[in-house]
């Protein structure tokens, strides 16, 4: 993967934030409000802990057309680290995630106040452009969604739009995210056969090459294994330990035994609200919260 990418000051905007021209992609969509609010302090959690963020959320709000489903969250995603985020169905953890990424401004009614920052800028700023967003915040969501065409143009479709039309390129590019995935082995022998023809894990691991086709920062993972088996589980597991060496993860899962095994750091959600934050063993062995210790030794949930 390239790494020959500028530093993000505010003098100098990277590639991750080209200013979009008015209008376009760039607008706001109808029914979506969005405020850059006020910055909160700078007790934001998992900021004291040793490491570099590389997003921090501050003081952020959301609302579905006026009911409020996030309130005031506060935290720092420490790079080429796990962050997992548990938490009962419901309690606005999965609606976090796409707040890294802007994926709620597609949902009519949304309103959003405060601060999600990426290389120290706040991407609900009106001039960034989103689908630059998006290929650096990539997303892996819960269900497998391969499109409708083969092994190899699943992974070269983001890099086709993106401006790569080279075929050597792609197709460098292509054995490069199936390597990354884990993949490249049990496929390189039929590229050109249809994705829908993998089994279930398969179609999750080509999902994941296929955002890393590319080249993100950070990967944000919804429930990813929640409709694999265990073994299917165990090699997206896997995979994550290893991607951490290169990318930023942050992953919800239902599945708090999972969220011991992979992540690092761990934040535990209810109500819209993030009532604790740290270092997973610490989290899972000697929470601080009566209502994280009711959560995890299933009290509720």
């Not at 460098?172 to 993949?183: T, Y």
């Not at 597991?237 to 992979?262: P, S």
Request: charged letters at 25%; aromatic letters at 6%.
């Amino acid at each position: 993967m390239s790494s020959n990418k500028p530093n993000m000051t505010p003098e100098n905007a990277s590639p991750q934030y080209i200013p979009g021209s008015a209008g376009g992609e760039n607008e706001k969509k109808p029914g979506v409000r969005i405020s850059s609010g006020n910055r909160a302090d700078n007790s934001t959690p998992g900021s004291k802990i040793l490491g570099e963020p590389i997003m921090e959320v501050r003081g952020l709000n959301l609302s579905y057309s006026g009911k409020q489903a996030l309130k005031n969250i506060n935290i720092a995603f420490l790079k080429n680290r796990i962050t997992a985020l548990i938490g009962p169905s419901g309690c606005g953890k999965s609606t976090l995630l796409r707040c890294l990424n802007r994926m709620n401004d597609l949902v009519d009614g949304v309103e959003i106040t405060g601060e999600t920052l990426f290389g120290g800028r706040n991407i609900y700023q009106p001039f960034i452009h989103v689908s630059e967003l998006r290929k650096t915040v990539g997303m892996v969501f819960q269900k497998s969604n391969p499109f409708p065409k083969s092994i190899f143009e699943n992974v070269a479709y983001g890099p086709r739009i993106h401006g790569v039309k080279n075929q050597s390129d792609l197709g460098g590019l292509v054995e490069r995210s199936l390597k990354a995935a884990a993949l490249w082995e049990e496929v390189r022998d039929r590229l050109h056969d249809s994705a829908l023809g993998l089994s279930g894990g398969q179609q999750q691991r080509l999902c994941i090459a296929r955002a890393l086709a590319v080249e993100p920062e950070v990967l944000l993972m919804d429930e990813p294994c929640s409709a694999l088996d265990p073994i299917a589980t165990a090699k997206i597991e896997d995979l994550m330990g290893d991607l951490k060496d290169k990318y930023t993860i942050i992953i919800v899962t239902h599945n708090m035994q999972q969220a011991a095994r992979v992540s690092d750091f761990t934040g535990f959600m209810l109500m819209g609200e993030l009532v604790e934050f740290g270092v997973t063993t610490k989290l899972f062995q000697n929470p601080d919260d009566k209502r994280t210790i009711d959560y995890i030794t299933g009290r509720f949930g």
